[in-house]
């Protein structure tokens, strides 16, 4: 990078390019500077033959499943329909209409509506509002309102309207396996409770998973009240236990951080996943995106520093990032504890880490007291924290960029002990009934705790859950759970904020509420869930107008005043724990999968097809090493290890990632499930296997061993590269402020056309996309699939490049593999003004619209894929097989009724939310106004957390994008070709430390 | 070796080349044809119902308002079918017993919805909104014929794309000022082309045409 940390004088602007010298249509830069080389793969920075490596094309093979004969026939037969019946419409079909016979008020069969409701991510609640067309919910977008979201989704969120309606669902009560009904359930736990009385429910166990339900959480005290001797254990496989425990030692009491990134203009992070892995971490990355953003009013950005093992989204948009060994992060935390001043702190660097580097930092945190932040990760232990609490003290950052308030969950207990103390009674003979609340420690706990095993010596256990998973078969009953879409019920979010769960939908399935499980140990059986929830909160609240009060909750999405005050806290004047014995060899790395987090998303056909952030992969989990580690063991991207821990061995496939510390093996837990459903069930490997409580997170003592057998992997990197191209451009702060049009500098002119221009008048749809806050979380990905009723394909069509998402997350490196610089390009249809898809469709298919949109006409597509052949972009996707699921019933209920269902054979691209785009059209044009600008946001757009995608009319000069077009970071990709897109980008601007030198 | 085709082979393979072509160009002919007729439309064919309910008595005798029945037509794409209830409003005081409507009694008393076989239906792929079409001046006998006159419902045009496209070129031959759109007896006034331009410009009609405007 040397062209970005070291301006020459007479090239103050170097910017990003892809090896300009090789591309045909650049000179090299002026001045010598050498081109900023930006690669996607491993093997692309060693200079392998791409061809070679290259995934095949997208075309049917021999080993495909149509012949050549049946090819021609098909084709044929394609050809002789689609010029005579095209335009015609359809013959008269015997179709009919059933209308209502009382129709409720509002609902009309085309005519949307919003409800807002939370959707809870281990226990934390993000804001939502769901649409609903015709009494069924169809898409996810964030509350505006709610803090947690402030508009925005994850991709969890957007991804829960597939497991809603997802056919593997659990629809019945089974006792043993064999169907049962909720009444004979009541009537068994009735029986236990009655037997238990006597015995002050000795014998009673609930587990649940993280509990932020005041409802919930204050029928369970009820039942302890009743039930004395019964216990109350919480399990989550991804929890927080070294954050409670570290605010134990460090305050002596449970409290939970908050951080205010906003506040914030120097942040470090200590393994920690602060964008994206945190409750609360939507907020953060808006938070931290708005911060990021330049723009010429503000040549100003934040400054983040990761500190990291497993590279993850944070530390990919890092100004700098430090690979460390998850065990020598503490070495690292205690040195820059002692250089800024931790009393007491003492540390030593590990080998390898740079002293310069950690001064650098800690002058930084130094000269920022107050605006600067230090987080420590969740996967660290609690020295880690304790130490972050100080520094953040020290730098006099509490009660600014960070404050502490009161637990927002209800129980805070150590997960590990509670689980751990749960197995022990089991083993004792001590627990005759044991409820599972929405949680499956039998595929979770830590192998050591045996679950599975001794499950079964219960007498009278229960599971609530959406699926017949492993739990669940070792249970005396199941019952289904309704989905938080369908349920009354409430949650708090990461500020205390609390919103009423109300459903979308009466239960498909007849599932039942945590809440309605709880009233029958209760003594309350008949309870409805609606009944339960508005009662809690009927006692609750003192309000003269209680229904009042609870639309105005119901409506808004959250309850006033509930969010958590900052509280004082007081450091306990307890030294500064000393350092553990470190474990020496191999480290091995615990991390939920970036996609189908701790594998409770296994089914959820979207989630498995999104790519990881990191390497783009789909359909499986690998084993993470560095490129120095391969290189020493002689492993390339798919050979399968064995890996053998503390006596446990596991196979899985090698995924070889730049910026991994050496050493050191990143594992993902959340596949090798055996009881996920049609989908997830006996995909990838089990990580759980080797994981135990001694070390849930990180620990010495791997032994990894080559096999020799190779595993095929569906990835979607380096299947579009888009090659000695200016692709990124990228720069830094300090020349953005030098020069603020830096980045135009290399920008090809275009000599200009025999043409006229197209005098676009009307409405001029653009988008704008901002490298600097894009975070590369692909949320956009999914909420795209969402809305545009985008099919899942599979992992053997993603590994033949046929997967079909409309907009991509491209990602690029530049630098050392060791530790390289990260950047992420989202990439939808470029809607070029001139199309080049347009010029060779033989049948008009793909046009022009009057305001400028590339449009896509499915019915009039015969599938030559030439127009996917021209795209420059390759942001085409077509439908090699009967892709989209006519035939599972509850999948018909999933589709967006304002977006064609593609059939086989059918090219589709994205269309910027056409259908969006006219419904404002349509709503403007009866009200007799023009379209207010914000008003068409697209299905990407309203998912972002940072806010890095803006749509509008260019042509209207007070709009956002219209400014944003005008930018001096605005640059198209690929403008040399004169496509003239209107999808353009923002440059991205990092903001490193002149005093850090990055090779 | 004797010859394999005779001398007359050279004919019949002109013959049948060009008279195979010939025919196939024949029959596409045809094909077009009819995909435009009536016997493939379904213009003009009246439609059994499951209740005969008759416009011409409702819409037409009676004076009923559209809007009461198609409650949505100018707030959403659909128009709106009316339910059970809608039909009992009067069905409970008029013609209580006659057999005729004892599938409405029978829908309302055990909550089953009436299946009434579609009239006009357009294809999956056709994103047609009633509501824009109201606010923009077009009426309802436009589209769907005097419906007033029709004891039996029957589609009155082929909703095929041309249909459309032909109006959507020449909005001024059927513009109609906002307070005729439920005038099922509208006619174009002899200067239609002069009143229409006006309320094309007045309205702020779009004669531009994009494909994603119906499909997407």
């Not at chain 1, 369970?220 to 134990?248: I, M, S, T, Y």
């Not at chain 2, 079918?81 to 209580?96: F, G, Q, W």
Request: proline share 7%; charged share 20%; aromatic share 8%.
């Amino acid at each position: 990078m040397s062209n970005l940390s070291e301006p020459t004088p007479d090239e103050p602007a170097g910017n990003a390019g892809l090896d300009r010298a090789t591309s045909p249509g650049f000179a090299a830069p002026p001045g010598g500077g050498a081109p900023l080389r930006l690669w996607q793969s491993l093997a692309e920075l060693r200079g392998e033959s791409t061809a070679a490596r290259r995934r095949p094309d997208p075309m049917p093979t021999a080993g495909d499943r149509v012949s050549r004969e049946q090819f021609l026939r098909l084709m044929g037969a394609s050809l002789a329909l689609a010029g005579l019946t095209a335009c015609a419409g359809e013959p008269k079909g015997p179709t009919q209409i059933a209308p209502y016979v009382t129709r409720p008020e509002g609902i009309s069969s085309s005519v949307s509506l919003y409800y807002a409701t939370a959707l809870t991510r281990r226990g934390y609640a993000n804001g939502v509002l769901v649409r609903q067309v015709a009494g069924r919910p169809i898409k996810v977008e964030g509350n505006p309102q709610h803090p947690a979201s402030l508009g925005a989704t994850d991709r969890f969120g957007q991804a829960a309207m597939l497991t809603f309606y997802d056919p593997d669902r659990s629809r019945a009560v089974l006792n043993r396996g064999q169907p049962s009904t909720w009444e004979a359930m009541v009537a068994a736990l009735t029986a236990v409770a009655r037997a238990q009385r006597s015995k002050r429910g000795e014998g009673m166990r609930v587990l649940t998973e993280t509990v932020t339900s005041p409802s919930l959480a204050s029928q369970l005290q009820a039942f302890l009240q009743q039930f004395p001797g019964a216990r109350w254990h919480v399990w989550e496989p991804v929890n927080r236990d070294n954050v409670r425990d570290a605010a134990r030692q460090a305050f002596g009491e449970v409290v939970d951080p908050r951080y205010q990134l906003d506040q914030a203009e120097v942040i470090l992070t200590l393994d920690a996943d602060l964008l994206n892995d945190l409750p609360g971490s939507l907020r953060y990355a808006r938070e931290f995106g708005q911060k990021r953003a330049v723009t010429e009013n503000r040549a100003q950005q934040n400054r983040l520093y990761a500190i990291e093992s497993a590279p993850t989204i944070t530390g990919l948009v890092a100004d700098h990032r430090l690979p460390v060994r998850s065990m020598d992060v503490e070495s690292v935390a205690r040195a820059i504890a002692a250089a800024v001043g931790v009393a007491g702190a003492t540390g030593t660097l590990p080998g390898g880490v740079a002293a310069d580097w950690i001064a650098a930092v800690v002058k930084d945190l130094d000269s920022h007291r107050g605006t600067s932040l230090v987080v420590a990760g969740d996967s660290q232990p609690p020295a880690v924290h304790v130490l972050a609490h100080r520094i953040n003290e020290v730098l006099g950052n509490v009660g600014r960029t960070v404050v502490y308030t009161e637990p927002v969950e209800f129980n805070p207990v150590s997960r590990l002990s509670s689980l751990a103390e749960l197995a022990r009674d089991i083993n004792a003979g001590k627990v005759d009934f044991l409820l599972v609340l929405d949680s499956n420690p039998v595929y979770t706990a830590p192998v050591d705790l045996d679950f599975a095993g001794i499950l079964p010596k219960v007498a009278e256990s229960v599971h609530l859950g959406l699926f017949v998973d492993e739990t669940a078969k070792l249970s005396t009953w199941h019952v289904p759970l309704a989905h938080e879409l369908e349920s009354w019920g409430d949650a708090r979010s990461f500020d205390g904020t609390t919103t009423i769960i109300q459903p979308l939908i009466e239960p498909l399935y007849g599932g039942k509420t945590p809440q309605q499980m709880l009233a029958v140990l209760n003594g309350q059986p008949a309870a409805t869930a609606h009944a339960l929830v508005r009662g809690y909160w009927q006692q609750q609240i003192k309000t003269a107008d209680f229904e009042r009060w609870w639309q105005l909750s119901l409506n808004d999405g959250t309850v006033a005043n509930t969010t958590l005050p900052p509280r004082p806290v007081s450091l306990q004047s307890t030294p500064a724990p000393a350092a553990v014995a470190r474990p020496s060899g191999t480290e091995i790395i615990f991390r939920p999968d970036p996609t189908i987090d701790d594998g409770r998303f296994a089914n959820n056909g979207w989630l498995q097809e999104l790519p990881k952030p990191l390497t783009t992969l789909t359909w499986d989990n690998v084993v993470e090493v560095s490129p120095a580690m391969a290189g020493r063991l002689g492993l390339s991207n798919g050979d399968v290890v064995e890996l053998r821990y503390r006596g446990k061995t596991v196979r899985g496939p090698i995924w070889v990632l730049a910026g991994q510390p050496d050493e050191s093996v990143t594992v993902y837990l959340g596949y090798g499930r055996t009881q996920a459903g049609r989908v997830g069930t006996g995909i990838g490997y089990n990580a759980y296997a080797l994981r135990t409580s001694a070390a849930p997170w990180f620990d010495g003592g791997l032994e990894l061993r080559k096999t020799g057998d190779t595993y095929t992997l569906a990835v979607i990197q380096g299947t579009q590269r888009m090659e000695g191209r200016e692709i990124v451009r990228a720069g830094t702060l300090g020349e953005y402020q030098q020069n603020p049009r830096f980045i135009q500098q290399h920008v090809t002119k275009l000599v200009g056309t025999l043409y006229p221009p197209f005098p676009y008048t009307g409405n001029r749809w653009s988008m704008s996309i901002n490298l600097s806050s894009c975070i590369g979380c692909n949320a956009c990905i999914v909420a795209c699939q969402a809305e545009n009723n985008i099919p899942v394909v599979g992992k053997d069509q993603v590994a033949r490049g046929r997967h079909m998402h409309w907009l991509r997350v491209d990602r690029y490196y530049h630098g050392q593999p060791a530790n390289p610089t990260s950047y992420t390009m989202p990439v939808p249809c470029m809607q070029c003004e001139n199309a080049p898809c347009e010029l060779v469709c033989p049948v008009d298919a793909t046009t022009h619209s009057s305001d400028g949109l590339n449009d896509m006409v499915y019915n009039r597509c015969v599938g030559t894929r030439y127009c996917s052949n021209n795209c420059p972009y390759k942001v085409r996707r077509f439908n090699f097989y009967q892709y989209a699921d006519y035939t599972t019933p509850s999948l018909q209920l999933l589709y967006n009724p304002d977006v064609t269902v593609r059939e086989r054979g059918v090219m589709e691209k994205c269309t910027y939310c056409v259908q969006r785009i006219r419904h404002a059209e349509i709503r403007a044009e009866v009200e007799g106004r023009p379209i207010r600008d914000g008003e068409v946001v697209t299905a990407c757009q309203a998912a972002c957390p940072t806010k890095a995608i803006v749509f509008g009319n260019s042509n209207d000069p007070n709009s956002q994008i219209a400014k944003l077009k005008t930018d001096v970071l605005n640059y198209d990709l690929l403008a040399e070709l004169n496509t003239r897109p209107r999808t353009s980008y923002l440059a991205a601007i990092r903001n490193p430390n002149p005093e850090i030198k990055v090779e | 070796m004797a010859q394999v085709f005779p001398r007359r082979a050279n004919v019949v393979a002109r013959v049948g080349l060009s008279g195979g072509i010939g025919v196939v160009l024949i029959l596409s002919a045809l094909y077009w044809v009819y995909l435009r007729t009536p016997a493939f439309t379904g213009v003009g064919a009246p439609v059994a119902q499951p209740v005969p309910f008759s416009h011409q008595i409702h819409a037409g005798e009676l004076g009923i308002d559209c809007r009461y029945c198609h409650t949505t037509v100018e707030t959403s794409a659909f128009a709106g079918m009316p339910d059970t209830k809608t039909c009992m409003n009067c069905h409970s005081i008029v013609l209580t017993r006659d057999p005729r409507l004892a599938p409405v009694r029978e829908s309302f008393r055990t909550g089953k919805a009436i299946h009434w076989n579609t009239v006009n239906n357009l294809p999956d792929y056709v994103y047609f909104d009633h509501s824009i079409h109201i606010a923009k001046g077009i009426g309802c006998s436009s589209c769907h014929g005097a419906v007033d006159q029709e004891p039996v419902m029957t589609k009155a045009a082929s909703l095929q794309m041309g249909f459309c496209i032909n109006c959507h070129m020449h909005p001024e031959q059927q513009v109609r000022p906002r307070d005729q759109i439920f005038n099922m007896s509208w006619q174009p006034p002899a200067n239609q082309a002069v009143v229409g331009a006006e309320l094309v410009k007045e309205y702020n009609i779009q004669t531009k045409i994009s494909c994603s405007d119906c499909h997407r």
